[in-house]
């Protein structure tokens, strides 16, 4: 098997008596996006601080393209790109600046730094407004910028945490797209984000983490089918639906609230319930699919609460 392009082992961080990872262990496979979810607090950016070498673990080990995280993370720093919290942005100076700047600290020569900067200022929409000053833009602007910063070197593998957090709905749209175009090209992205549809939808594998722990770790539809599928059905004649679809063996629970019945099934496909429901007498207007990686994270963070 290939080796993982990041491998945790075991991990423990201290920040005195405080346990930010206690005992973390997993791997990411090469060409994917990896979800790393977690609530506040539960040890995410400590994870990406120490994979890049700019946290020194308390214990366990790690690695990163096959680099050691303690000893080689020189290594590390040079081949991944990274969105974090600081931006790393000039104010003073306009985009295309701040991108020439990092492009040569990457000691790209000068043909290769041009179109580079052009390439993802154009892949983040950002081109036609090269000149402004950095610090004139908007917070989302600005992190489209500092997701063009991080992969001027074109790295295999991309640490972003929370990229698209603050960003409104057409810019989160747009950075999702282009990360799903990234991870086509072979890129690696290790993602956090507390939007669960966003994590259900780009990622092939997430992992939940809770104080420092592993909770879960799996393909969003593996997890999902620990805590059910829900399915909203909205319709008329609702009345005694509930008991023409309970014992059925694919329903875990159904409840009817507000002219709705909310199902919780062992499958993805209702069809089979809505039939029951419609030979029943039920008039169905609706149905829809629950949020439900986030109802899996919720059931999973509580029963480790
Ligand atoms: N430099 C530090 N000194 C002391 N405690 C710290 C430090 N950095 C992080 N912590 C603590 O470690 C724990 C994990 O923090 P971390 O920032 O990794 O969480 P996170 O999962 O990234 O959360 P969020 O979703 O809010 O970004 C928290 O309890 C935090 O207060
Ligand atoms: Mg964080």
């Known amino acids: 098997m290939e080796q993982p392009i990041v491998e945790i082992d075991e991990l423990t961080k201290y920040y005195g008596t405080l346990a930010a990872l206690d005992g973390l262990s997993l791997s990411v496979a090469r060409g ?23 946290v020194e673990p308390s214990g366990g080990a790690a690695s990163v393209l096959g680099f050691d995280v303690v000893d080689e993370s020189d290594e590390i720093r040079t081949r991944v790109g990274a969105l974090l919290d600081e931006t790393g942005l000039y104010e003073q100076m306009s985009a295309y600046e701040n991108l020439w700047f990092y492009a040569r600290a990457w000691r790209l020569p000068k043909d290769q730094a041009e179109a580079r900067v052009e390439r993802v200022l154009s892949d983040l929409g950002l081109w036609d407004r090269r000149h402004d000053p950095a610090g004139s833009w908007s917070r989302g602007m600005q992190q489209r910028l500092a997701l063009a910063r991080a992969q001027l070197h074109d790295p295999e593998l991309l640490f972003l945490d929370e990229p698209t957090a603050g ?20 890129t690696t992205i290790f993602l956090t984000t507390h939007n669960m549809t966003e994590a259900e939808e780009l990622c092939d594998r997430v992992a939940i983490i809770h104080r420092g722990r592993l909770l879960a770790d799996g393909h969003p539809d593996e997890l999902l089918s620990a805590s059910g599928y829900e399915v909203n059905i909205e319709g008329v004649n609702l009345d005694g639906a509930a008991e023409a679809i309970v014992r059925r063996p694919d329903v875990v629970s159904c409840v009817s609230e507000d002219g709705r019945l909310r199902l919780r099934l062992t ?25 439900h990686l986030e109802d899996a994270f919720l059931e999973l963070v509580r029963e480790d609460s």
Not at 41 to 52: P, R, Y
Not at 169 to 183: F, I, M, Q, T
Not at 268 to 290: K, M, Q, W
Request: no cysteine; hydrophobic share 45%.
């Open 267 to 291: 499958t993805p496909d209702p069809s089979a319930v809505v039939a029951d429901l419609v030979a029943a007498g039920v008039s169905i207007h609706e149905v829809r699919r629950g949020t």
């Open 167 to 186: 960003l409104d709905v057409v810019s989160a749209r747009e950075v999702r797209d282009h990360l799903a175009g990234l991870v086509g090209r072979g």
């Open 32 to 54: 994917s996006i990896f979800g790393f979810l977690g609530t506040n607090g539960a040890g995410k950016t400590t994870t990406i601080n120490i994979l890049l070498g700019l």
